[in-house]
């Protein structure tokens, strides 16, 4: 996938926006410094994390991301990062029934 092309379909990115989507986010600098997804992932200003809500209209997703510590936990625990849709792609990186399990543990809200 070529990232410096700074297209993306959005609104074909729009059907995947869901809550419990798995994402990379690709910071600005990295989608102007690589040149394929691969080369994005290994960049260490990337994160991985899953969306929590979405707001279409603004093409913003909220997003948790995960430790790059401690990577079987979130960064945060009491909010969702505010992440525009031009810096998301949908990335598989843990089992979906540990995300769904997280999902489960927030409460109506607090995401």
């Not at 040149?35 to 707001?55: N, Q, R, Y």
């Not at 979906?96 to 607090?110: I, K, N, R, S, W």
Request: hydrophobic residues 35%; proline residues 5%.
């Amino acid at each position: 996938m070529e990232l410096n092309t700074r297209f993306k379909d959005t609104q074909r990115f729009r059907l995947l926006i869901k809550r419990g989507t798995q994402v990379l986010y690709v910071p600005d600098h990295v989608i102007d410094e690589v040149k394929t997804m691969g080369e994005a992932i290994l960049h260490k200003d990337v994160e991985f994390g899953f969306i929590t809500s979405s707001k279409p209209d603004k093409e913003v997703a909220y997003v948790r991301y995960w430790s790059k510590v401690e990577p079987r936990y979130l960064r945060t625990t009491t909010c969702s990062e505010s992440t525009d849709f031009r810096n998301l792609w949908p990335f598989y990186s843990r089992p979906h029934t540990f995300v769904a399990e997280l999902l489960a543990q927030m409460p109506a809200g607090f995401d």
